[in-house]
């Protein structure tokens, strides 16, 4: 039994002779029942075939000669094939011999110059691409090749039809057509058992919901979410009897679950000698995963569905709980058995897919890679609409007035958070040992309670794919990151993360930022600008991705904002965190007439109009999401030269403004808030290049922020100090002079050792013209025991 | 009531005979439901249809018509079944195509190879009776009822709340003895429910199926569940929603023998059938004497749930409307008035508490909720006042749930509804309620102590309901959001934790030195038909539609700018939000669906009588929120 006696080396598709047709076709190909005398050999190689479970119990369908008795297949499809072979295998259209040397030809001359898939990468493009997995596989050795099923529409459409209606009968033939191809090219190379040809990206991929009885025994992708796996399954594939009498030994195939029990030895015709033998059946590995369908697909007020999923041989244990993947398989329903003591049977069938091949959609996010690119595909209509928006001149503005239209004004605030949901561009500089630049912008809003900020959170929140939401007053440090559970059932350790792992990639909402504990606000530190969380916990220790945006609320300590304070003596957050939130807004009450005007009649609106009204007057949410998503993924805007100028000249203007004053006003991080917050708004624009303009709102949009937050209240000018380094450069000078002061005033008492606190703050405030707090005579105090001038105990000051 | 009403005793052959004529022509699907929707359309016909809510499921005949008042608490998997198939008579070898819609099981003799056969899809809903219905709606449904059920000769449907060892002996003995149970008011009633209600989550249900967990919201409540198998229109269902569904009942007990008879040997073989763990089996294939199969016709989704008003809105309901309206001011009063009886003498509370009462979520503009209008009454009398007080809630309102916070509830229960991946359902939470349920907190059980982490989890859960109107239902791997329409009232003794959307303190006018005694003698003062049209006006007052002119809106423009110019800190956008809300209500109630400027000015006034008493306390305590 040779299978390569069948096919001449040529492959120009030699016709094939009915006597033959057995040995060739897939039915045969890799059965246990041809092993039953001694291991097949395959090609030049000696490669033993491998079962494929996940194509489900061989069918014993005889192939059907087209001139004899037409099939159901069509009168088209009959006639172009009568020209060359007329056998199909019952009940399809497939040709064997037509089937295989289509693939075969698709293998060698399939080239994808425009392909963009990491699984490609290394690879030369404009070369076939098959042929080089091919190559691939005879230096690695794993004898599998995975075919994205686009390719093959894109060369083939037929085949590809075929391919996904007769998966069953075709997929064998593609493993046969390729196995021959590579022991031609590579007849030394030694593999484990003979390449398995594994289809994925069905073009028909859907969602969960989308299935219905139209695809049963077709190949199917969908996606979802692991929500359980079992334990590994042995599946008897071949029994071995085994006579009592005279230790004949026979082999019987599991045909859909069952074993016909020989009843009688073939050899010495003794009547029920057969006997089971356990261990010398064959069994293959069998797994049953329950995914369920993604979130984002599902119409809202409706419960996920879930699917059970076959995973086989190799497929086995690849994916884990929580994992979200892509699924490729054939889709089956098998009635419930028939139970001969029952005269009436349910008339459910229980579905299920066989996998052929998994992708994990978030595997590529360990890898930095940027993952949106394969989630969401837009129609050419959507795109169409996307960008008509986009050449509007007014596209901004009207996006920013479409965002949570129910709160009123911050037009500003709504604008710095339009720029944080499309972000900067992500740069790589890690290969010169920089590491990534954060893309992502954070915002801080603080202000007056009751204004509306959780609201904006909330619509934020429910804006984006991968948003979370979560209170600082509520969470711990452990709910922001990750944390070890013990998996009941399997007593493993499990990783589980928080709400900042789980907005990798999209925006990690925090209201009552101040509430939170000072232990879980450090786990932000290396969040906000690293960008990544470091775990070490339980024996576990990690790194994991967070790219994600943060957007916080925070609310004033005392109940109102004082104007009288400084945004870090008002929020009492410490500077280090501050000075990583890329815009800091106030939301104050501003208590003027035209405002309170407009408002009461914003807000009468909001709870009179109907709801058309509403909508005429709005984008829609949806658009907006849409819009969102489509500039991220598609859109990569890169500073142009008067751009970059534009920045440079921005940025010394920032800095030249303080240092009249003796104050620093822009630090580089600025600048690089500058720079996310311009290709933000280019994204905006869909434009791919930072131009003028761009700059031009950011500038303006970084100034409006530092306004609002960075004032000084005592002199009134902006002051980035009170932000970076928590003091404004004006208290801290004044903190120098009065310490100076104090110093003096000691010196002139001459040599006393110790000095009653009490009488030294009294002095120092009557000789000083300007007011002195009790606040500002400690600070004095302990700058002087900084200096090692004198040291402080209880009541008592002593000098050194 | 005509007797031989074939469409509802066998209703199968109506369909049968609708597919036979058919020649496998795909339109007879569509006009079975048209027949049977027809055939409901009639006047007075749907209440010939016996009802799982209040008739015991053995005194119903399988196959039968029958109708169920209940919440979608959980939505299984699609199902493929054999829409039509083949059967082979073994005598004649004859082959017979059959229809596989509305059932369970097949006739003997499946061809499975026919090519004949259609695969088909349905879904499976698992429905429950809606949590924390009033016992007097129950009664209401149960006494409209015309539905005669086969062997009654002692049987008159009446009560629900029984468990099936009662049912039994109630065949022997006179109806007469049970009634005191059931007497209007149901005071009797509803302390058993309070007794019963500790006892909770885990011997919940019923008596007869202590082994089985039906899911139901609420502990303590009873009732069937159902598992309904829905052909036509799955995606215009929703999670939650309220419906009578009419279907043709399927009690097969070969759903139940199939499922625990199993060959061990065939499973070896066959793993594909062990992969159910039991816990699933149990959850979607529960015996069906218990869990009775419901195949559904016709669904009626329920805009209220009170059996006082006429339910669909067609002409009859508006004009019901318009007739009540009139009466709506006067009507208001006697409420205003007894309400008033009820809170101690205290005017303001029961104002505010009538307000409360009509409050419904009429729209969300992004993620604000609209008309949401969370009560907390704080200054509440200790020692069981709270719980009078739900009493009387209870009897004006269809729906309602009272959650005694104590420590140990908020420790222990289950509020948000969470997805076990094992047995492949949602168990359900308290939260998981119906739309317009009054949700009563008891803050007053509260004491000091510790919240353990899924304590932390319930508080922020009842947050959550009250500020955005949703519950994020726990999916293990990631949350989901679902909207919900719950009117919460919270009592306390001071200002209660949870957030609200206005606080009134309440300031008694009388002291009653008995207060059980007081309140009883205000409840029994009370006839039942005022009571009734007390319930009618509720649930009335909440459907009407609102809206405002813009000459008014322009004078309510006019006087928010005067007040903050006087002082811009006396009055907040959130002032303004709440007395928009106050001024709606306020015009609900009296029956008036435009605001007027007088309506305006009262809603101003009274929002400041409360603002003073708030700050008045704040003062007197000097405790800051």
Redesign the interface.
Known sequence: HRHDKTFSPSGDGERILPSEVDMSSPLMYGTPSSRVEGTPRSGVGGTPARQRPDLGSIRKAPQVDLHSEPPSADGAVASEQALGQKLVIWGTDVNVGTCKEKFQRFLQRFIDPASNEDENAGLDLNEPLYMQKLEEISVVGEPVLNVNCSHVQSFDADLYRQLISYPQEVIPTFDMAVNELFFERFPDSILEHQIQVRPYNALKTRNMRS???ED?DQMITISG?V??T?QL?P??QEAFFQCQVCAFFTRVE?DR???AEPAVCRNCNTIHSLALIHNRSAFSD?Q?I?V?ES?DD???????????VYAHNDLVDKVQ??DRINITGIYR???????PR???????????IDVIHFRKTDEKRLHGLDEDSDQKLFTEERVQILKELASKPDVYDRLSSAL???I?EHEDIKKGILLQLFGGTRKDFSQTGRGNFRAEVNILLCGDP???K??LL??VF?LVPRGQYT?GK?SSAVGLTAYVMKDPETKQLVLQTGALV?SDNGICCIDEFDKMSDSTRSVLHEVMEQQTLSIAKAGIICQLNARTSVLAAANPVE?QWNPKKTTIENIQLPHTLLSRFDLIFLML?P?D?AY??R???H??????QS?EQ?EEEFLD?AVLKDYIAYARTYINPRLNEEASQALIEAYVDMRKIGSGRGMVSAYPRQLESLIRLAEAHAKVRFSDKVETIDVEEAKRLHREALKQSATDPRTGFVDISILTTGMSATARKRKEEVARALKKMIQSKGKTPAMKYQQLFDDLRGQSEAAITKDMFEEALRALADEDYLTVTGKTVRLL | MPSSHDWINKPLGVVEAMFAQSNSNPEWEAKVLEYFKGQLKEKESHSWVPSLNDVPLHYLKPNSLVKFRCLVQDMFDPEFYMGVYETVDPSTKANVLRCGKYKDVTECGVDLNSRNTVTAERQTFYCVPIPGESPWAKESYGCSSQARVVPSTSYVPSRQKRSYEEDDDMDTQPQKQREPHTEPHGNGDSKRQETEAPSSQTTAPSDCSSHLDLNFPLPGERGPACLVKVYEGLDSFKLNDTLEIYGILSVNPVLTVLGEEKDPSLLLLNPTESMETPEEQRAHDPPASLVPRLHMLYARPLQHNNPLLPSAPTEDQSAFVSSFLVEMASVRAELLAYLTHVLLGDGLAAEYLLLHLISNVYTRRDVLPLGKFTLNLSGCPLNSYTERLYQIVQQLVPCSYRLSMSLHTMNSMRLVPKKDYVANRLVSGALQLARNTSLFLDETQLEQGQLDSSGVRNITALGNLISWQKVDYDFSYHQMEFPCNINVLVTSEGRSLLPSDCQVPLQPQVTPPNMEEYLTTIHMAQFTSQINKFRVYLSLARTLDYSISDEVTKAVEDDFVDMRKDDPQSVTAEDLHRMLVVARLLSLSLGQTTLSRDGWMRAKHIDMLRRSRTEQQKSLNGNEP
């Open positions: 299935l219905n009885p049963i979410m929500i359980r079992s399954i599946e008897m599991v679950g069952r074993i069998k049953m329950k369920q979130p599902m119409p809202a007020g409706q419960t996920p569905h879930t699917t059970i709980p929580g329903a098998v009635p419930m058995r028939e139970n029952q005269s009436n049977v349910k008339s459910v069938y229980k579905t299920h949570a239209p129910s009123y009751g204004t509306s959780s609201q909330q619509y429910n209170s509520g789980l109940s009450d208590q007439e309170d005007r408002l009461a009649h807000l009468v609106a909001l709870y009179y709801e509403i949410m």
